[in-house]
C-alpha cells in the first residue's frame, strides 16, 4: 500500500517516544528524543499496544484486500494473548474497553467506552478505499460507540485528505492549555491534530504530542502516523529509526 511505510513508522517511534512518559502530568518531563525505561520499565524504543494493533490492523488489511472483522478480531488476539505484534512478545499495556471486548467477542458500546482504543489503529484504513461503514465495522471490534466510530471516519477522511496534499482542517485549540490529553478518543483526535498543524517537521510534531503529558503513547503515535504522512519517511530522525526495536517485523509487513 501506497505511503505504508512513513505510516507505520511514523506511529511506531511517535508511540515509542511516548512509552516512558505515560500517565506522567504536563510539565513535571520534557521528551526530547529516544528513551527508554520510565512508567513501563521497557528499553528504549519499544512501542506499546498503540502500534501492535495499528500493524495488526495493516497486516490484515493486506492480506485480506478489504475490511474483514474477523481477520482482524484473531489478530488482535493473537497479539494480546501471544504477543503478536510486539518487538518481543511482552504485552504491557492494554486499554480496558478492548481487553473486555476482546474477552467478550464484540465490541463495547457504552458511553463510558470512549477510549482512544479504536482511533489509535485505524490510520491503515486511510491507505485503502474502506468506505465509512467499513471503518465503522473496523472501529467497533473494540470500540463500538458512536462517538469512537464516528471519530475513526473522521480521523481516516482526514488522513486521505493529507496524503492528497489538502487536509480540511477541523476547528482546533488556539492554546496548549486549552488542549487535552487523556484517553478519551476525543481529546486524542484533538491533540493529534492541534500537534499536526503546529509543527513544521516530523520530530517537532511528536515531541509536541508527547510533552502533553498523560496518554503520551498514544497521542504521540495518532500524531506520528499523521506527521509520517504529511513530511514523508526521510524526515523522521535517522537516530530514532536506529533505536526504534522490532523494525524487522516493520519491514516483513512492508514487503511485497
Known amino acids: 500500500m501506497t505511503h505504508a511505510r512513513e505510516l507505520l513508522y511514523g506511529a511506531a517511534v511517535g508511540d515509542a517516544l511516548g512509552v516512558p512518559y505515560e500517565f506522567k502530568a504536563r510539565d513535571t518531563f520534557t521528551c526530547d528524543g529516544m528513551v527508554g525505561f520510565g512508567t513501563h520499565n521497557m528499553p528504549p524504543g519499544t512501542w506499546s499496544d498503540d502500534t501492535s494493533m495499528l500493524l495488526a490492523t495493516f497486516e490484515s488489511l493486506k492480506v485480506c484486500g478489504r475490511v474483514d472483522v474477523d481477520d482482524m478480531r484473531e489478530r488482535f488476539l493473537a497479539w494480546i494473548y501471544e504477543g503478536a505484534y510486539t518487538p518481543d512478545g511482552i504485552v504491557f499495556d492494554v486499554g480496558s ?7 467478550a467477542g464484540h ?11 479504536s482511533l489509535m489503529r485505524i490510520l491503515p484504513l ?16 473494540t470500540h463500538a460507540h458512536e462517538i469512537s466510530m464516528n471519530a475513526c471516519v473522521e480521523m481516516v477522511h482526514f488522513a486521505r485528505e493529507l496524503i492528497a496534499g ?10 496548549r492549555s486549552e488542549v487535552e490529553s487523556s484517553g478519551f478518543v476525543l481529546h486524542t483526535q484533538t491533540a493529534a491534530l492541534w500537534c499536526l498543524r503546529r509543527a513544521g517537521s516530523y520530530a517537532s510534531c511528536v515531541r509536541l504530542a508527547v510533552n502533553l503529558g498523560h496518554d503520551t503513547d498514544t497521542t504521540a503515535c495518532v500524531a506520528g502516523g499523521l506527521a509520517g504522512l504529511r513530511f514523508g519517511y526521510d524526515d523522521i530522525p535517522k537516530e530514532w529509526i536506529a533505536t526504534l526495536r522490532g523494525k524487522d517485523l516493520i519491514e ?3 514487503e511485497g
Open 97 to 103: 474497553a478492548t481487553a473486555r471486548a476482546l474477552e
Open 107 to 117: 465490541g463495547m458500546s457504552g458511553e463510558w467506552d470512549n477510549g482512544n482504543g
Open 126 to 141: 486511510a491507505l485503502t478505499t474502506a468506505s465509512d461503514e467499513e471503518i465503522r465495522a473496523a472501529s467497533a471490534v
Open 166 to 175: 489538502n487536509p480540511a482542517w477541523p476547528e482546533l485549540p488556539h492554546v
Open 252 to 254: 516483513s509487513l512492508l
